[in-house]
């Protein structure tokens, strides 16, 4: 939902695809817009690879939604180590044909 000067417009809404990362789904009206392409912009270390794979690991677990996940400058083993310590499992993931890295 848009909030124009207090009130909610539904008509000019999107439907949105529910990001399961607490906090942003709130501040984009329910998640990201569904079926479009969503560019995450930010300097080196700014949490976009974090945002991502919570998102793609979010929408696995909760959702029931598959993902693939490309990075070019780390390995999946390197991804995977450290993902590890923020408490994601993405090996169980992977067995389960729910992530690809």
Same mark, same amino acid.
């Given at each position: ?32 817009? #569904?079926?479009?392409?969503? /560019?995450?912009?930010?300097? +080196?270390?700014? !949490?976009?690879? *974090?945002?991502?794979? @919570? ?18 400058? #780390?390995?999946?083993?390197? /991804?995977?180590?450290?993902? +590890?310590?923020? !408490?994601?499992? *993405?090996?169980?993931? @992977? ?7």
């Amino acid at each position: 939902m848009v909030e124009e000067k207090g009130r909610v417009l539904k008509e000019k809404s999107l439907k949105k695809t529910p990001t399961g990362i607490s906090g942003l789904d709130d501040i984009t009206y329910g998640g990201l817009p #569904e079926g479009r392409t969503t /560019l995450v912009y930010g300097s +080196a270390g700014s !949490g976009k690879i *974090l945002m991502a794979m @919570e998102f793609l690991v979010k929408g696995a677990e909760n959702y029931g939604e598959p993902g693939v996940f490309m990075a070019f400058e #780390e390995t999946a083993e390197d /991804l995977a180590e450290n993902f +590890a310590s923020l !408490g994601f499992n *993405l090996d169980s993931l @992977e067995a389960r044909n729910k992530l690809v890295s």
